[in-house]
């Protein structure tokens, strides 16, 4: 069982294009929703999070959208650039222990 | 200067032997885990240990044991490899047990034939 579901599975999007990307969540008690970039042979590594009390955080070109009642977030990429291109992954988790469940990750290419 | 340290960086190893995978944070945090990559890149945990405390411990085979000799080691410990624990292994550390930023290492892959 899914508790995080991401999509698309890959995005194409042209330079200064906008890339988006979205998750669903099932578990009301989740209260952390971040977004993670990934890097062909690295780590993944966090870019942006947002707590349920708020309906959008921004970060640069980086914007997450929150839809509580929806129990959906998403991830804008504005002006994307080839160095954008990555594995993106949505993730969610709840109070102690922090075990973050995560998306299934979306594979994005930035064309120049 | 590394934050999140794992050697080796790559395994090869055959069915049925023992390898173990260490990894090493240098940022002060109190919670390190372990992450397991499938091929299709879906990242689970495993384990997660606060203050050398386990406090997660997901549906993984007994043949995976974890340790943690200090708050800045967190090794993985996996008997008689099977082709199913092909994977990327990822150690990675927070600040708080309760929630926050997890830091990941680079990963160590791990090939069994």
């Known amino acids: 069982q899914q508790q995080v579901k991401q999509s698309p599975q890959s995005l194409i999007v042209q330079k200064g294009g906008i890339s988006i990307i979205n998750c669903a969540y099932e578990?009301?008690?989740?209260?952390?929703f971040p977004w993670y970039q990934q890097f062909p042979g690295k780590g993944p590594a966090l870019l942006i999070a947002i707590r349920p009390d708020v309906s959008e955080k921004k970060e640069g070109r980086f914007t997450i959208s929150f839809n509580k009642s929806a129990k959906q977030f998403s991830l804008h990429i504005m002006d994307s650039q080839p160095g954008d291109s990555a594995t993106y992954f949505c993730?969610?988790?709840?109070?102690?222990?922090?075990?973050?469940?995560f998306g299934a990750g979306t594979i994005l290419r930035v064309k120049s | 200067d590394t934050a999140v340290s794992q050697t080796p960086k790559y395994l090869v190893t055959q069915m049925g032997n023992d390898k173990s995978i260490k990894c090493e944070q240098n940022?002060?945090?109190?919670?390190m885990y372990w992450y397991k990559q499938d091929s299709k890149k879906f990242l689970k945990i495993m384990f997660s240990y606060n203050n050398k405390e386990l406090i997660i411990n997901e549906t993984v085979p007994n043949r995976f044991s974890p340790k943690s000799p200090d708050k800045a080691h967190l090794n993985l410990h996996i008997n008689s490899l099977e082709l199913g624990d092909s994977a990327v292994y990822f150690c990675?550390?927070?600040?708080?047990?309760?929630?926050?930023?997890?830091?990941f290492g680079e990963g160590s892959r791990l090939t069994v034939l």
């Open positions: 578990n009301t008690a989740f209260d952390y």
């Open positions: 990675a550390s927070s600040h708080r047990v309760e929630i926050g930023e997890l830091f």
């Open positions: 940022l002060g945090h109190d919670t």
């Open positions: 993730a969610a988790s709840r109070g102690y222990g922090n075990k973050l469940v």
